[in-house]
T-cell receptor, first 113, second 110 residues
């Protein structure tokens, strides 16, 4: 049973560019959350998608947007990249039921130069 | 962003020693979670706590949900080399968002 799959694993972008990160949730999971983890820090919640809609958002600017597809997979888009956007981006999936058992992917390491 | 107060930041221990780490918050949480993250990997859930005062074990790991609902601790007994890694606490804020500590890095002295 495949867990959460994220692609690409590593990415280098130039300041001002746009990037798209992808996530396939664990089988049976219909909810996807995205987190940003800076070096040496805990993850910070970006947003969560359920039924193809963003249902909660953390304290991130509008440059961060997302999408969820009918097959529950998800994309994270970041526009106008800043050096400070360099981080590990984690995707977590869960079934839509309490308690939420979040399963994390291995992340995408984004470096902005 | 909002972050839990996790301590210690790092620990150097001998193999076989017991380990203790904790998290505190100014906010009340209904769920406390403890994760372990290895280099190049995503966090893996170790223990989930859902009720104030709850004490839960998973093998050599034991965690407790504080009575005030503002703190939690994790103990690891008889540490082994594979325990090396970064341990994170996380509290569930509302229904969907996890708030995380900055992590405790566990290093085993050779």
């Amino acid at each position: 049973d495949a867990g959460v799959t994220q692609s690409p694993t590593h990415l280098i972008k130039t300041r001002g560019q746009q990037v798209t990160l992808r996530c396939s949730p664990k089988s049976g999971h219909d909810t996807v959350s995205w987190y940003q983890q800076a070096l040496g820090q805990g993850p910070q919640f970006i947003f969560q998608y359920y039924e193809e809609e963003e249902r909660q958002r953390g304290n991130f600017p509008d440059r961060f947007s997302g999408h969820q597809f009918p097959n529950y997979s998800s994309e994270l888009n970041v526009n106008a990249l800043l050096l400070g956007d360099s981080a590990l981006y984690l995707c977590a999936s869960s079934p839509n039921q309490v308690p939420y058992g979040y399963t994390f992917g291995s992340g995408t390491r984004l470096t902005v130069v | 962003g909002q972050q839990l107060n996790q301590s210690p930041q790092s620990m150097f221990i001998q193999e076989g020693e017991d380990v203790s780490m904790n998290c505190t918050s100014s906010s009340i949480f209904n769920t406390w979670l403890w994760y372990k993250q290895d280099p190049g990997e995503g966090p893996v859930l170790l223990i989930a706590l859902y009720k104030a005062g709850e004490l839960t074990s998973n093998g050599r790991l034991t965690a407790q949900f504080g009575i005030t609902r503002k703190d939690s601790f994790l103990n690891i007994s008889a540490s082994i080399p594979s325990d090396v890694g970064i341990y994170f606490c996380a509290g569930q804020l509302g229904d969907y968002q996890l708030i995380w500590g900055a992590g405790t890095k566990l290093i085993i002295k050779p």
